[in-house]
DNA sequence: AATTTGTTTAATCAAATGATTAAATATTTT
DNA sequence: AAAATATTTAATCATTTGATTAAACAAATT
C-alpha cells in the first residue's frame, strides 16, 4: 500500500482523490452525461484506477449517490427533531441552513431530484424517511397547533412541499432566472439571503392563512 | 411524396410521428440518456429517418426545446397580460392551469430546468421574457398593490419564485414524495387538486406578511 | 407508361465510451 | 535484501451509438 503509512499524512488517498472527483462530475453532470473519463480527468489520474477501485461506473454513482442521501437525510432529522426548538425556529434553522448549503452545492437538487426520476431504487431502504418526517418533533407541533387552532388544517405534505419548495426552487430554477431574468449573480445570491428571514415569515402566514 | 395526398388525411406524417416521439422520449429521460434509437423505435421506425428529416440528434433537440419553450412562454404570456383580471385571479388562473398542466405533463419541469442547466443557450433570444414578466400587467398590478400599502414591498423576483416554486416544486418532487412519502400516485393528484385552490390563498397571505 | 422526385430500408461506418489486461512500478512483509 | 503484495500505467477490447450510404420502393410529373 501507499496511501496510509506514507511519511505526511496530509495527502489524499488515490480511492478518495476519485470519490471526490466522480462526486463533482456526477452532481453537475449526472449520470448520463458524465463519461468516466470525465471523472478521471477531474481526478488527475488513470481512466483504469476508476475500474481497479470501484467496480464500475455504476458502482462508483450509486456510492456517490447513497453518501449524497446520507448528508441529506441527516440533516433534515436533526433539524426537525429538536425539542428546543419551537416550530417558527426550526424554520428558520432549515431555511437557513438549507440556503447556505445550497449556495455551496447549488448543483445538488436537481442533481437528487433527476436521478430520483431515472432511477427511484436510489430511495429503497430510505422509507424510513417518511416516518423521520412524519413523526418528527416538527410535527408534532404542527399538530398541536392544529389542535389549538392556531394553525389552519391541512396536509403534512402540503407543509413539507412549501417549506423546501420555497426554500430548493430558486436554486433549481436559477440557471433561468440568471439568464432570462438577466440576474448577475451577486444578485441572486443576495435575493438568497434575504429569503433567509423571509420565507419564516412566509411560512408562518401560510400556516395562518 | 407519400403523406400529403394519401386519400384520408387522418394519418399524422412521419415527420411528425418522429417530432412526436422525439418529444416524448427528450421529455421523459433528457438529452444525454436519450439515444436515438429510442426515438426511432417510439416513433416505429428506422434510425435512418430522423437522420433524413433532421440532420442530427443536437438538430432534433434543438427543434424539440424550442417549441417546449415557446409553448411555456405563450401561456405565461397570456395570463400575466390579462387586463381584465385582478391580481387574486391572476393566480388563481396560474396556479390552476399549470397544475392542470402540469398533472398531463409531469416531466416537463425537470426535463426545462436540466437541460437550462446543460446549456443555457436554449433561452438565448429569449430575454424577452424579462420585460413581459417584469412590464406586464400583473407586476404592475403588484408594484400599486405596494404604493397602496396593501402588500408588503419585496423583490419582483421573489413574488415570481413563490408562485412558480409553490405550484411547480411538488411536480419536481413527485418521485420523491412517491417513494419516499409512499404517497399513490392518486392521493398525489388530490394533494394538486387541493393546491389550486390553496397556493392563491397562500400567495395572498404572502404578500400581505 | 416512362421518368423524375421523394421516402424508406438494411447494412455499414466511425467515433465514443466503459471496461480489461499485462506489464511496470512502488510498498510492505519476510 | 528478497519475496510478496498492492498500485499504477499504457495499450487494447468490445459494445454502444450517432450518422451515412446505396439500393429498394412509392408517388408525382411528364
Redo the contacts with the bound molecule.
Sequence with gaps: ??????TKETDIS??EKIRNAARKVFHSKGFAA?????IAEEAG?????????F????KLFALVMQETMQTFIQSIKVIFNDESLSLEAKVELLAGNYIEFLGANPDLPIFMLSEMRRDPSVLAGKLGLKEIVLHSHFMQQFQQGIKAEQIRPMHPFHLVMNIVGLTVFPFIAAPMLKTVGDLPDAAFTELMQERKALIPLWVKAILKA
Excluded: F, I, P
Design positions: 500500500m501507499k496511501k496510509t503509512t506514507t488515490t480511492e458524465t463519461r468516466t473519463r470525465d489520474m488513470n481512466l483504469a484506477l476508476l475500474n481497479y477501485y467496480r464500475s461506473k455504476e
